[in-house]
């Protein structure tokens, strides 16, 4: 009997050593816990602190393709005379644009248009019954050349042609290379805007971590000024937000 209850204490003692154990252990396991708990908020947080910034690269450059047409009026009261008229001034303006430099698959000769002042200007006064309106148009890459003829023109109102420059027959400048200048643009503008974001983080006692989202903007191509719509200007803002870190 005395041998069992030995036995009996024996077991015992060994159970409240495993449970002591086994509760050193949940501590241990609770104090880690909290401890990784508290560096994944402080991440967390770190996380959730986010600079905003934009950058931006702008190019002047030349354009690489023009359209100009040269437009004229002509007034008669014989319509078949004045077709004749507008044949021989079209003539004129073609040789004026070959003598240039121009090829014929770069001109092109519209149908004219024709106003029966007579009937579609009502109470007009006109002297005239037959106003026609003629357009010559230079489609180009050369650029330079078309600039220089638009200065010439006084040659062609010596050959009794007076073009006519309003808003229907505005000489359009384009820039088509922009797909060649894209990635370095971009490259400039994402640079600049990393520089004004490490210099926030900078201020604010702060380290640059990695971006969260970024945004290219549109690409924008605008005459540099009113003088020279031939020099175009380009431009692109990026936006990019970048994570904060202590």
């Known amino acids: 009997m005395e041998e069992i209850e030995k036995e009996i204490k024996k077991e015992n003692k060994l159970?409240?050593?495993d449970n002591e154990g086994l509760g050193c252990c949940q501590m241990i396991g609770l104090i880690?816990?909290?401890?990784?708990?508290?560096?994944?908020?402080?991440?967390?947080?770190?996380?959730d602190r986010v600079v905003s910034v934009?950058?931006?690269?702008?190019?002047?450059?030349?354009?690489?393709?023009?359209?100009?047409?040269?437009?004229?009026?002509?007034?008669?009261?014989?319509?078949?005379q004045l077709y004749t008229d507008i044949e021989q001034k079209n003539d004129i303006i073609i040789e004026f644009l070959k003598a240039a430099g121009m090829d014929e698959a770069e001109i092109t000769v519209s149908a004219p248009k024709v106003v029966d002042t007579r009937t579609e200007w009502s109470g007009s006064?006109?002297?005239?019954?037959?106003?026609?309106?003629?357009?010559?148009t230079v489609c180009t890459d050369k650029v330079d050349t078309i600039v220089k003829l638009q200065s010439q023109?006084?040659?062609?109102?010596?050959?009794?042609i007076a073009t006519t420059n309003n808003w229907e027959y505005q000489t359009v400048y384009s820039f088509?290379?922009?797909?060649?200048?894209?990635?370095?643009?971009?490259?400039?503008?994402?640079?600049?805007?990393?520089?004004?974001?490490?210099?926030f983080a900078a201020d604010s006692n702060s380290k640059l971590g990695n971006i969260k989202r970024a945004i290219q903007g549109q690409f924008s191509i605008t005459d540099?000024?009113?003088n020279t719509p031939y020099m175009k200007n380009v431009r692109v803002v990026t936006s990019v937000d970048y994570y904060l870190k202590d």
């Open 32 to 47: 880690v816990g909290a401890i990784l708990l508290g560096n994944a908020i402080k991440a967390s947080r770190s996380d």
């Open 176 to 199: 088509t290379g922009l797909n060649e200048i894209k990635p370095e643009m971009i490259e400039v503008a994402t640079k600049n805007a990393r520089e004004t974001a490490e210099k």
């Open 153 to 160: 023109q006084g040659e062609l109102l010596q050959k009794g």
């Open 125 to 136: 006064q006109n002297q005239y019954n037959y106003i026609i309106t003629s357009v010559v």
């Open 54 to 80: 934009k950058g931006l690269c702008e190019r002047e450059v030349k354009a690489d393709k023009v359209i100009c047409p040269f437009a004229y009026k002509i007034g008669g009261n014989d319509l078949q």
């Open 15 to 17: 159970i409240n050593v």
């Open 224 to 226: 540099r000024d009113s």
